[in-house]
C-alpha cells in the first residue's frame, strides 16, 4: 500500500512538472466528459420541462375510443362507468357549435362549447383566475352561464373586469345571452402550450343543456370516442381494462374488441423513450472523443518513457521489479485521465447551467433546469479511469519490459 502511495506522490510530482503538456494531455478526456455531462443534462432537463408541460394537458387523462358506430359511447355509458368503477374520477361530455359574438370591439367568430360542470378538470393548462366555473345547479338547470380566458375577455371588450357582464352569441340561428362567471388564465409550467393564433375564434364554456334549451336540440348523442378523468392514485391498466369489460357487456358486444383504450400515460412513455434514445445517441457521439483522450494519453505516456529510459534503467539496476515499473506509469496514466475526468464534470455541470442561462434571457417560454444525474457523473469518472489504464497498458509494458543494461546504454 506504502509503495502505491510512493507511485501517486511520482505520478503527480511528474503531472506538475510538465504543467502544459499534461493539460493538453487531458484535454481529449476533458472535452469528451463534459460533453457527456453537458448533453445528459441538458438532455434530461429539457425532458423533465416537455413532459411536465404535456402532463398539463392531459395528465390522468384517458381516450375511449369506439371501433364501430354500432357500439357508440352513450352518456348513460359514462354516468355507469364514473359510479361503479373505483379510480375514475370524472368523464367529459361535450358538443360544440360555431357561432359568432358581436360587442363594441367588433364582431368575432365564437367557438360554443357545450359540456358538463367538471370540463375544467380537463383543461389542466388553464386556471381560475377571476370569478367560478359554472356549476352543478347551473347545469341542471340549464342556465345561461358561461366562462372563458382573460385573453379572450380582452379581445371583447378590452379588459378583464368582466365578471357579471352579458355576452350575446349568435349559434344555430339564435341570439343567445350569457353571463360571464368566470375568467381563466394559463396554468403555471405550461409556457410551451398555447392554442391561440391571431383572429382564433373565441372558445366559450357553456353548459350543455342551456344549448340543448335555447336551441330546441338533443345534443347529448352518442359519440365515438370519450374522455374519462382518472383518480391520482388509480392504476390506468387496471381500470381501463374493467371500463372496457363493462363497456362491452352493457352493449353486448363481449370479444369483439369493440372498444379501444389510449392512456396519456402510455403516450408519455413513448414521448420519454424518444427524447432518452435521442439523448443517449447524442451523449455516445460525444463520447467517442474520449477514445481520441485515449490515444493521446498513450501518446504521452510513450513519449514520457522514452524520456524517463535512464530513470527506468536505474531503478531496474537497483533491483525494481517488471510490476513495479508497470504499475508506476499505469497510476500515472490513471491520475491523469481521472483529472481530466473531474475537470470535464465541473466544466459540463457549469456549461449545462450557463446554457439554460443564457436560454432563459433569450428565450424564457423555453427556460428550463439542467437535471444533474449523479449516476452519470460517477460513471464518467469511474470511465475516464478505465481510458487511462486502458491506453496506459502499452506503454507501461514498454516501460516495465525495457532491459536495465539497454536503458543504461541509451543514457
Given at each position: 500500500m506504502s509503495q502505491l502511495y510512493e507511485y501517486i506522490k511520482m505520478a503527480f510530482f511528474n503531472i506538475l512538472s510538465n504543467k502544459v503538456r499534461s493539460l493538453l494531455t487531458m484535454l481529449g478526456i476533458i472535452i469528451g466528459i463534459s460533453s457527456v455531462i453537458l448533453i445528459m443534462s441538458l438532455g434530461n432537463g429539457a425532458k423533465n420541462m416537455i413532459t411536465?408541460?404535456?402532463?398539463?394537458?392531459?395528465?390522468?387523462?384517458?381516450?375511449?375510443?369506439?371501433?364501430?358506430?354500432?357500439?357508440?359511447?352513450?352518456?348513460?355509458?359514462?354516468?355507469?362507468?364514473?359510479?361503479?368503477?373505483?379510480?375514475?374520477?370524472?368523464?367529459?361530455?361535450?358538443?360544440?357549435?360555431?357561432?359568432?359574438?358581436?360587442?363594441?370591439?367588433?364582431?368575432?367568430?365564437?367557438?360554443?362549447?357545450?359540456?358538463?360542470?367538471?370540463?375544467?378538470?380537463?383543461?389542466?393548462?388553464?386556471?381560475?383566475?377571476?370569478?367560478?366555473?359554472?356549476?352543478?345547479?347551473?347545469?341542471?338547470?340549464?342556465?345561461?352561464?358561461?366562462?372563458?380566458?382573460?385573453?379572450?375577455?380582452?379581445?371583447?371588450?378590452?379588459?378583464?373586469?368582466?365578471?357579471?357582464?352579458?355576452?350575446?352569441?349568435?349559434?344555430?340561428?339564435?341570439?343567445?345571452?350569457?353571463?360571464?362567471?368566470?375568467?381563466?388564465?394559463?396554468?403555471?409550467?405550461?409556457?410551451?402550450?398555447?392554442?391561440?393564433?391571431?383572429?382564433?375564434?373565441?372558445?366559450?364554456?357553456?353548459?350543455?343543456?342551456?344549448?340543448?334549451?335555447?336551441?330546441?336540440?338533443?345534443?347529448?348523442?352518442?359519440?365515438?370516442?370519450?374522455?374519462?378523468?382518472?383518480?391520482?392514485?388509480?392504476d390506468s391498466k387496471t381500470v381501463c381494462n374493467e371500463a372496457i369489460n363493462i363497456l362491452e357487456s352493457r352493449h353486448n358486444c363481449k370479444g369483439e374488441d369493440a372498444y379501444m383504450i389510449q392512456s396519456f400515460s402510455d403516450s408519455m412513455a413513448t414521448i420519454n423513450t424518444v427524447i432518452n434514445t435521442i439523448t443517449l445517441f447524442i451523449a455516445l457521439v460525444a463520447a467517442i472523443s474520449l477514445l481520441v483522450g485515449g490515444v493521446g494519453v498513450m501518446n504521452i505516456m510513450l513519449v514520457s518513457v522514452t524520456e524517463r529510459t535512464r530513470e527506468i534503467g536505474i531503478r531496474k539496476a537497483l533491483g525494481a521489479r517488471t510490476g513495479s515499473i508497470m504499475l508506476q506509469f499505469l497510476s500515472e496514466s490513471a491520475i491523469i485521465t481521472m483529472l481530466g475526468g473531474i475537470l470535464g464534470i465541473l466544466f459540463g455541470i457549469g456549461g449545462a447551467f450557463l446554457i439554460s442561462g443564457v436560454v432563459k434571457i433569450a428565450a424564457p417560454t423555453y427556460a428550463f433546469t439542467p437535471s444533474i444525474s449523479f449516476g452519470a457523473i460517477l460513471l464518467a469518472t469511474l470511465f475516464s479511469s478505465v481510458v487511462g489504464i486502458f491506453f496506459g497498458i502499452y506503454p507501461a509494458r514498454k516501460a516495465a519490459k525495457l532491459s536495465p543494461i539497454e536503458a543504461l546504454r541509451r543514457m
Open positions: 411536465g408541460q404535456l402532463n398539463n394537458i392531459g395528465g390522468g387523462q384517458v381516450a375511449i375510443m369506439s371501433m364501430d358506430e354500432e357500439n357508440l359511447i352513450s352518456l348513460d355509458d359514462l354516468e355507469y362507468l364514473k359510479e361503479n368503477v373505483d379510480g375514475i374520477r370524472t368523464y367529459l361530455y361535450s358538443q360544440s357549435l360555431n357561432g359568432s359574438i358581436s360587442t363594441r370591439k367588433g364582431e368575432f367568430t365564437a367557438t360554443v362549447y357545450g359540456c358538463n360542470p367538471d370540463n375544467y378538470l380537463f383543461e389542466q393548462y388553464y386556471t381560475l383566475s377571476k370569478g367560478h366555473y359554472f356549476t352543478e345547479d347551473d347545469y341542471a338547470a340549464g342556465k345561461m352561464t358561461c366562462y372563458l380566458s382573460e385573453k379572450e375577455a380582452i379581445r371583447l371588450f378590452g379588459n378583464t373586469d368582466v365578471i357579471g357582464m352579458p355576452v350575446t352569441v349568435t349559434v344555430g340561428g339564435r341570439i343567445l345571452e350569457y353571463t360571464i362567471v368566470g375568467l381563466t388564465g394559463e396554468a403555471e409550467n405550461t409556457s410551451l402550450i398555447s392554442f391561440d393564433y391571431e383572429d382564433s375564434p373565441i372558445f366559450l364554456n357553456v353548459p350543455l343543456t342551456s344549448l340543448e334549451n335555447s336551441l330546441g336540440l338533443d345534443l347529448s348523442e352518442d359519440n365515438m370516442s370519450a374522455n374519462i378523468l382518472l383518480a391520482d392514485d388509480a
